[in-house]
């Protein structure tokens, strides 16, 4: 077992099927379009993160702070609460 299942508690790969250059391109077309994906759900996490936080949701919720209205309605820490408005600054 490498390093990294080591140290990350993953399972080993199975035994690799050999590639074709038409096989890795379909795989490669696949990636793309999925970094696609996310690339567009960040854009719209992005803009309703901005409009969440300048509309300043969490009182109207009940809520003190930013990081609590998160951590209360998503289940993410301080520190996730605040990289997503890293994320959602142009």
Known sequence: ???????????????RATLTVAGTREMTAGLREAMDDVRRS???????????????IWLPHGHSSWESYCGAEFSISRAQAYRLLDVATP
């Open 42 to 56: 960040v854009a719209v996490l992005a803009t309703r993160v901005r409009a969440a936080h300048a509309a300043r």
């Open 1 to 15: 077992m490498g390093e990294h299942e080591q140290h990350h508690g993953h399972v080993p790969e199975p035994a």
